[in-house]
């Protein structure tokens, strides 16, 4: 694991293991899921014998009571403990920021948000994808077959869509980038989506709102994708 994936992983965690403090009541289970989680972390990124996990398991400290005794109690040391474990991994998060900086891919690392671009196969999304990722989102990839759906309804992160819709066998758009141009417009809105014909076609007019350009026309559906990129992830 590189500096910038392991940046990425740490902040994740230092995320998460902040979100669980601010949940009131904090949920024993929860927390004792995040520290395994930890380790598991840490493990992975500076291995199993390294002094970073063993300062981590150190901030864990062995709480002297019972939770079916004194439930008040134990989930206090339980907040104590999590407080620890989240100033060690702050300071490992620290460090690998300055590394992942210095070899310049903390960019990279930094990516919060994600677009999806569907295309019949993975070559044809190559260029879309290509544009994302130098927007600084996260370029996923869902091909003609794939489950668009589920990619994009669990995305959280999900900022934008590209839909290039293949040559038609017919003067009709394929049914296929239909539906996924549908569901991604109805996912992000139409200011969002953009949708690119590989060839002419007769569009339904439901995507008649959205950004359509000839897929051909790269220097006109490129500065478009870019200035759209720039005003969501500035």
């Known amino acids: 694991m590189d500096d910038a994936e392991a940046f990425k992983a740490l902040k994740d965690l230092y995320d998460r293991g902040n979100g669980i403090l601010k949940h009131q009541p904090v949920v024993r289970e929860t927390c004792e899921a995040w520290t395994r989680g930890a380790r598991e972390a840490c ?36 907040v104590a403990n999590l407080h620890r474990e989240l100033k060690v991994i702050d ?13 310049g891919g903390l960019a ?32 996923l990839v869902v091909e003609e077959g794939g489950d668009l759906l589920a990619r994009i ?14 040559p038609a ?8 980038a239909a539906f996924a141009a549908g569901c991604l417009a109805s996912r ?9 014909l590989g060839s002419p076609q007769k569009l339904p ?19 478009q994708i870019s200035g759209d990129l720039q005003r969501i992830t500035k």
């Open 205 to 223: 007019a439901a995507m008649k709102p959205l950004r359509i350009f000839d897929l051909a026309d790269e220097a006109r559906w490129q500065a």
């Open 169 to 176: 066998a017919s003067d009709g758009m394929a049914p296929a």
């Open 91 to 103: 300071k490992y998060l620290k460090q690998k920021e300055e590394a992942a900086r210095e070899r």
């Open 153 to 166: 309804m669990t995305l959280a992160t999900l900022r934008y869509g590209v839909v290039i819709a293949p």
């Open 188 to 196: 992000l809105g139409q200011s969002r989506v953009v949708l690119l």
């Open 43 to 78: 493990a992975a990124i500076y291995g199993t014998t390294s002094a970073e996990l063993k300062e981590l398991a150190g901030a864990h400290r062995r709480i002297m009571t019972n939770f079916d005794t004194d439930p008040s109690y134990y989930l206090t040391q339980v």
């Open 108 to 139: 990279k690392a930094l990516r919060t948000f994600a677009g999806v671009v569907w295309a019949r196969d993975a070559a044809a999304a190559e260029g879309a994808a290509a544009m994302l990722a130098k927007g600084n989102l996260e370029a």
